[in-house]
């Protein structure tokens, strides 16, 4: 099993503020998900990345394959981007399509 | 597209009492999972499906049954309905190779069930 650690848990942060979030994992990986889900909202995708860096608009997403780490980043943080930012991760190293959730992160963006 | 569907959006069961939830995707997507996800707890894995005629058990499949006898549609029933069931049920679906790396998942606007 992967074992999937998000930090911080909540984040309060003014608009504007760079945001970052932190994900750990235990097993290697081919592959590592970001979610976003709204509050009382469905879950969307926003990365999958299994090396390196990608960014989509102000969202940055990072992992160190070696580190077994990987970050989100919000530049230019708006009130739109309060939301639960998850993680996930297969939940072994060979075994791409079961994933482990982190417990995801609040994010609070004030204007 | 229309994506992942999924019905009903909310509802109150009796205890005792059994339901399906409903959930299609029209991407012609071969993964797909049902979720369940309870406060402060991260998505937990309730049964998937590889293709086709093909189910499996996820961490907490206790009480719940699924079928996939077409590609689109991913049922999971719910027999008799218990208080610990109350939660909010996510199903997805992605469009995996295994020569590849998996696709990106695609979830349903989740369906908020409470048992009383």
């Known amino acids: 099993k992967n074992e999937v650690e998000q930090s911080p848990q909540n984040l309060t942060a003014q608009e504007g503020e760079f945001i970052t979030i932190n994900c750990s994992y235990s097993v290697g990986i081919s592959a590592l998900h970001w979610l976003q889900q709204h509050p009382g909202g469905g879950i969307v995708s926003l990365f999958m990345?299994?090396?390196g860096k990608k960014k989509h608009g102000r969202l940055i997403a990072t992992i160190n394959i070696q580190e077994k780490h990987s970050s989100l980043h919000i530049t230019a943080s708006h009130p739109r981007d309060s939301a639960v930012y998850i993680c996930a991760a297969p939940r072994s190293g060979g075994s791409n399509y079961k994933l482990t959730f982190g417990k995801g992160t609040l994010l609070t963006v004030n204007p | 597209n229309a994506g992942v569907t999924q019905t009903p959006k909310f509802r109150i069961l009796k205890i005792g009492q059994s339901m399906t939830l409903q959930c299609a995707q029209d991407m012609n997507h071969n993964y797909m999972y049902w979720y369940r996800q309870d406060p402060g707890m991260g998505l937990k894995l309730i049964y998937y499906?590889?293709?086709?005629?093909?189910?499996d058990k996820g961490e907490v499949p206790n009480g719940y049954n699924v079928s996939r006898s077409t590609t689109e549609d991913f049922p999971l029933r719910l027999e008799l309905a218990a208080p610990s069931q109350t939660s909010v049920y996510f199903c997805?679906?992605?469009?995996?190779?295994?020569?590849?790396?998996?696709?990106?998942?695609?979830f349903g606007e989740g369906s908020r069930l409470t048992v009383l």
């Open positions: 990345l299994s090396s």
């Open positions: 499906s590889v293709g086709a005629g093909i189910t």
């Open positions: 997805a679906s992605r469009l995996t190779q295994r020569a590849m790396n998996t696709g990106e998942l695609f």
